[in-house]
Nanobody, 116 residues
Framework: QVQLVESGGGLVQAGGSLRLSCAAS????????MAWYRQAPGKQRELVAD???????NYADSVKGRFTISRDNAKSTVYLQMNSLKPEDTASYYC??????????WGQGTQVTVSS
């Protein structure tokens, strides 16, 4: 059984920063890709950023230059540093990992609200 525990969401004013964390635990042999997605009310879930086991990163155009994804393999944890937050960043943020065998797991979600 694999569990993902997210933390770090909250309410912040526009221009502020938040750091999300997602720690994986359980029967994990190897974590390949790790990613953050978000879903705003009435919208589809979208990829925010992902990072490979080798450290290569990919970002949605809407967050490039403002968000940074990183991972600590020793702690099986992925982070999302979010700076210069905008009201349109308001959403539930979900972490996702892909482990050996191509199994995918999701976190429970953490709410990020950016006020104008």
């Amino acid at each position: 059984q694999v569990q993902l525990v997210e933390s770090g969401g909250g309410l912040v004013q526009a221009g502020g920063s938040l750091r999300l964390s997602c720690a994986a635990s359980g029967s994990i042999f190897r974590i390949n890709a790790m990613a953050w997605y978000r879903q705003a009310p009435g919208k589809q879930r979208e990829l925010v950023a992902d990072i490979t086991s080798g450290g290569s990163t990919n970002y949605a155009d809407s967050v490039k230059g403002r968000f940074t994804i990183s991972r600590d393999n020793a702690k099986s944890t992925v982070y999302l540093q979010m700076n210069s937050l905008k009201p349109e960043d308001t959403a539930s943020y979900y972490c996702n990992i892909v482990v050996s065998g191509a199994y995918s797991y999701w976190g429970q979600g953490t709410q990020v609200t950016v006020s104008s």
